[in-house]
């Protein structure tokens, strides 16, 4: 029996925050620059996208840039990307996933793993 490869999505692991690791990400609105940014907590990364936790809600298609800092290791990395999906987390909360514009490149990942922000043991 043969298997039809054709709907097959091939997606990079995602790299979960390390444990005992928060790591928060600002994101701005492409549409809204003079609005203050929405700071959230990092709960995953991919080359492709990332999931976070934010307070606020976003709009599907919205275009964002997201500013991820990590000050001890001297390290900054700016993303676009948009809002792919969102659910309610609980009554305070969402979950948002966001697809970046163009792949992060593995020097930037590396330098994650490095700083003990992504953990590489657990990719999912």
């Known amino acids: ?11 990079d692991p995602r790299y979960v925050i390390a444990e005992g690791q928060q790591t ?3 994101l701005r609105r492409d549409d809204d620059p ?13 080359r492709k996208g990332m999931q ?3 307070d606020v809600s976003l709009e599907i298609g919205e275009k964002i840039t997201v500013f991820l800092r990590e000050p ?8 676009s990307g948009k ?11 969402f979950v ?3 697809q970046f514009a163009e792949d992060v490149n593995w020097e ?17």
């Open 1 to 11: 029996m043969s298997h039809d490869g054709a709907e097959y999505i091939f997606r």
């Open 24 to 26: 928060f990400v600002e």
């Open 34 to 46: 003079a609005a203050p940014p929405i700071s959230s907590l990092l709960v995953d990364l991919s």
């Open 52 to 54: 976070i936790l934010a």
């Open 72 to 79: 001890s290791a001297e390290l900054e990395v700016q993303l």
């Open 83 to 93: 809002v792919q999906w969102q659910r309610g987390a609980d009554d305070q909360q």
């Open 96 to 98: 948002i996933g966001c």
């Open 108 to 124: 930037v990942l590396g330098e994650l793993f490095l700083s003990g922000i992504l953990d590489q043991k657990t990719a999912v």
